[in-house]
């Protein structure tokens, strides 16, 4: 997620030639429809949706005074309990597809000490989806980990990255014969996207709020230094840059030694990125944000592409785009048909591995906007696939309403609205839009 502040938007275009009834040069027809075996489906996250997840890093810093955090994730969605109803609203729609993640605080509550039960939770998930025909994608960590391993400095400590592949050998060992596909971490490079795209004087403001939070949930733990792994709004430097993607490679070698032909792979947050005027400098933040990771994932069975938004950059920075039509999000930002598509080619170009659309959505009460999103923006992605881009599958963010981390639970992401206090699930028109698409394989 899918994260923060609005960081995600998009959509709009067009597809689709009819062949003439001329002998002599027919013009080519472009294809509607998607490869056999395309996957469709919609991303949750643990500790968005489970709700109670004591254990985490993120549960204690939404506990704690002062907190950036506007809302506690408290019950959340209740879909630990809720789950197969979760996959019976998705198996109903027509999508074939689950995105979702194990919850690494759940498993390993404590350093080296792993649940049974809890991994007989997620296994159980991953049989729900086979019962109904659905594949199983499952983030091994989706932003948040355990008190202890924050304690340990998280993703700033030397070891992060062997601490995290003995987890992930772990959880393999339970679950893995059974998963369609796994992806190690969450856009771990979301904190280098927020850097450049938030407002200085917004990161300024928020750096003492995030200091002193981090310093109550230090002395909550009597711990000498404290470290969420959910990275955003802080600072992520190279070493822990390093020591992320050293997880990645070890966390991926882990579960491939458990099962070979598992295909494994990372997800990047990406917009679009766009140059204006001369002396763009939008070729130097692509390298920032994501040459390190679009490198890494090199050696990936593929890659997971998570784009909500373009960005236009001049010579000088960001330029704020004024007096744009058609669609906006919640937040007043412009809605671009093609951004998903761009950020897939660009993704692609670099990184040369299969793409996985494995986040893409649009904060917004207003569904309609949300219904002309998907369809806009998969005709562009379609486009971009007869260029020969290889793209396997588009997963929704996301199947519900949720916690959206530090903005609660205002935003609305979701395919499916839920009642806060019953739990209700309320299917929206944009799920029967995407699901007829994916029932069709064609847009």
């Known amino acids: 997620m899918t994260l923060i502040i609005d960081r995600r938007t998009m959509i709009g275009a067009g597809l689709a030639l009819a062949a003439s009834q001329t002998a002599i040069a027919r013009p080519a027809r472009r294809t509607t429809s998607f490869p056999k075996g395309f996957l469709w489906g919609a991303a949750t996250a643990g500790h968005q949706i489970e709700g109670n997840n004591v254990n985490s890093d993120t549960w204690l810093l939404e506990n704690v005074k002062p907190t950036i955090y ?35 605080s759940r498993i390993e509550p404590e350093a080296n000490m792993f649940s049974i039960a809890m991994l007989d939770h997620y296994k159980a998930i991953i049989a729900g989806c086979h019962k109904r025909g659905i594949t199983p994608f499952v983030t091994f ?56 795209v938030l407002p200085p004087q917004l990161i300024a403001g928020m750096r ?23 990275s955003i709004g802080a ?16 966390g991926r070698a882990a579960i491939k030694a458990i099962r070979g032909t598992l295909p494994v792979g990372v997800t990047l947050s990406m917009l679009d990125d766009q140059a ?14 994501y040459g390190p990771w679009l490198e890494a994932a090199q050696g ?7 784009n909500y938004d373009r960005s236009v950059w001049d010579d000088k920075g960001k330029v704020i785009p004024k007096n744009v039509g058609g669609d906006h999000n919640a937040s007043g930002q412009p ?17 040369g591995v299969p793409i996985i659309v494995t986040e893409h959505g649009v904060d917004t ?14 005709r562009e992605l379609r486009k971009a696939m007869a260029e020969g881009i290889p793209v396997k599958g588009y997963i929704h963010w996301s199947l519900l309403d949720n916690f959206e981390w530090v903005s609660g639970f205002k935003p609305r992401y979701g395919l499916i609205s839920v009642d806060r206090k019953t739990f209700s699930r309320t299917p929206k028109s944009s799920l029967a839009v995407l699901g007829a698409i994916a029932h069709a394989n064609s847009i």
Request: with cysteine; proline share 3%; net charge negative.
């Open 70 to 104: 506007s809302e506690r994730s408290g019950d959340a969605t209740n879909s630990f309990e809720l789950w197969p109803e979760d996959l019976d609203l998705l198996k109903k729609s027509g999508l074939n597809t689950y995105r979702f993640s194990l919850e690494w």
């Open 365 to 378: 009460g207003d569904d309609a906007v949300r219904s002309r999103l998907i369809p806009a923006a998969l």
């Open 208 to 230: 003492p709020v995030i200091a002193q939070m981090n310093d109550a949930a230090r002395r909550a733990t009597g711990s000498e230094r404290f470290v969420a792994g959910n």
């Open 141 to 196: 960590n989706h932003f948040t980990t355990p008190r202890w391993f924050a304690e340990l400095g998280a993703w700033t400590n030397a070891d992060s990255a062997s601490l995290f592949a003995r987890f992930c050998d772990r959880a393999a060992r339970h679950i893995a014969s059974d998963i369609g596909y796994a992806s190690t971490l969450n856009e771990p490079n979301l904190a280098a996207v927020l850097r450049n």
């Open 276 to 289: 204006v005027g001369s002396n763009s400098i939008r070729d130097h933040i692509r390298a920032s944000t």
């Open 300 to 306: 990936d069975d593929f890659l997971g592409v998570q």
């Open 235 to 250: 600072d992520v430097d190279e070493a822990a840059t390093r020591n992320m993607i050293a997880a990645h490679h070890a």
């Open 335 to 351: 809605v671009y048909a093609d951004s998903l598509a761009n950020a897939v080619r660009y993704a692609h170009s670099i990184a």
